[in-house]
């Protein structure tokens, strides 16, 4: 499990794509970069656009700019870095044909499996949050239908005090002449 979790902290993510660096995939095959960039220019055909591409200038420097181990910065100096896809480091099995090779690519495999396995979790995980936003959306919706009825009970309930509280207006009679009239029937 060491050695994928090592493997997944040298995969980038470079235009949108997973990839691995040359330098990176020559030393987990211990060949040397330049021996593993000779076999690949040798079966080069293996290796289209969306297997390998080599970084701009621009991008290098990007991300020398974030990465800084000591086997990396030598490279400065040099050309960009290949990048290569999950596909071709898959296809490079087929021409570095080492026993380390094979066992290196075996695990690296299993590195981006278990990246995509990551993946897919996270994404599981973001609709979920979706959905759960729209149901405490929905009981926004709810709740505010709930406080608007609740007002409204109170607005008529305060309409119905004063109306019994309102000071009351014509006659007034006096209670003793209420009780005298009643004599005198």
């Not at 621009?58 to 181990?69: D, G, K, L, P, R």
Request: glycine fraction near 4%; include cysteine.
């Amino acid at each position: 499990m060491e050695i994928i979790q090592s493997i997944q902290n040298r995969i980038y993510t470079i235009r949108g794509e997973r990839v691995m660096l040359d330098y990176d995939l020559a030393e987990l095959y211990e060949v040397g970069t330049r021996v593993l960039n000779q076999a690949v220019k040798r079966n080069i055909k293996r290796f289209p656009e969306d297997f390998m591409f080599q970084l701009t200038d621009y991008e290098w420097a990007t991300m020398m700019s974030q990465i800084v181990t000591s086997s990396q910065i030598k490279r400065k100096k040099v050309a960009p870095p290949y990048a290569f896809t999950e596909q071709g480091v898959a296809m490079l099995s087929g021409i570095l044909n080492s026993d380390r090779a094979i066992q290196m690519n075996i695990a690296i495999m299993r590195a981006f499996v278990e990246i995509r396995k990551i993946l897919l979790q996270e994404n599981d995980l973001k609709e979920q949050l979706k959905q759960i936003k729209e149901r405490v959306g929905e009981h926004d919706v709810q709740l505010n239908q709930i406080y608007d009825a609740l007002e409204n009970l109170l607005d008529e309930k305060a309409a119905e005090r004063k109306w019994e509280e309102r000071r009351r207006i014509g006659f007034k009679t006096d209670k003793t002449w209420l009780d005298y009239q009643s004599i005198c029937k």
